[in-house]
C-alpha cells in the first residue's frame, strides 16, 4: 500500500487530514513541556500562525504514511512510518500536540496500531525510532508497546543551549509475534 490507510482502535482514528484540521492545530495551546519534548527552544516560542497551522497539515498530507491522530472529533496529533523497504524496515515517530489528551493511554493506542499495521500489513521486519533521553513519557510508552532499548547517541541533539542524549529503540518482527495478542484489535477501512 503506498497511501496511510484509515486505522480505527479503540479510542482514536488514524486518517488523512481533513480540512478542520487546521483550525484544531491553530487552536490548540502550545505548551512548553510539547515543545522540550520535540526538542524545541522553549526560551523565545513564536506565535503559531495560521500559515503555520496550514503547512504542518501540508507537511502531514506529502508523505505517504503519515495519518493525523483523531480523538473525540478533533484533530490531537500525528503518527508516520518512514519506510524504507529495500531492508524492511520503518523509523516510527509520534507526536500529540494536545496537552489535554497526554495521560489517557493515546500513545500507547497509536504506537500499538501503527505497529500492527507495520508488522501484519507492511511485513517489515523491524521498527525503530529516537527519543531524547528526558522523554520518560515516551520511553515508558515504547517499553509497554515492546520497544527495547539499543543504545543512546550521547549528547547528540542541541537544545535549549544544552547536548542532550538521544534513545534509540527498536522492535523486531519476531518480538511483536510474541506480544501482540496483548495489543487492542486494529480495523483498517479503505
Known amino acids: 500500500m503506498n497511501e496511510s490507510p484509515l486505522i480505527k482502535g479503540n479510542k482514536v482514528l488514524l ?7 487546521v ?12 515543545i ?10 513564536k506565535v503559531l500562525t495560521m500559515e503555520d497551522a496550514k503547512k504542518f497539515i501540508e507537511n502531514i498530507l506529502s508523505n505517504k504514511l503519515e495519518w493525523c491522530v483523531e480523538y ?11 519506510v524504507n523497504n529495500y531492508d524492511c524496515r520503518a523509523r516510527y ?13 493515546l500513545g500507547t493506542e497509536i504506537t500499538q496500531l501503527v505497529l500492527k499495521y507495520a508488522f501484519e500489513v507492511l511485513k517489515l521486519h523491524r521498527v525503530d525510532l529516537r527519543v531524547l533521553e528526558y522523554n520518560h513519557r515516551a520511553i515508558a510508552c515504547y517499553k509497554k508497546c ?4 539499543e543504545g543512546v547517541e550521547r549528547e547528540g541533539a542541541l537544545v535549549e543551549g544544552r547536548y542532550e542524549t538521544d534513545v534509540m529503540m527498536s522492535i523486531l518482527d519476531n518480538e511483536y509475534s510474541v ?3 496483548n495489543f487492542i484489535s486494529m480495523k483498517l477501512l479503505n
Open 36 to 45: 522540550r519534548m520535540y526538542g524545541g527552544d522553549t526560551r523565545n516560542i
Open 23 to 34: 483550525d484544531d492545530y491553530f487552536n490548540c495551546d502550545r505548551s512548553k513541556e510539547l
Open 179 to 181: 506480544i501482540k495478542d
Open 146 to 149: 515492546g520497544f527495547i532499548q
Open 72 to 82: 473525540e472529533g478533533r484533530f490531537i496529533g500525528q503518527a508516520r512510518l518512514t
Open 93 to 105: 515517530a509520534i507526536g500529540l500536540f494536545d496537552a489535554s489528551t497526554w495521560g489517557k493511554g
Open 15 to 21: 486518517r488523512k487530514p481533513i480540512e478542520s484540521d
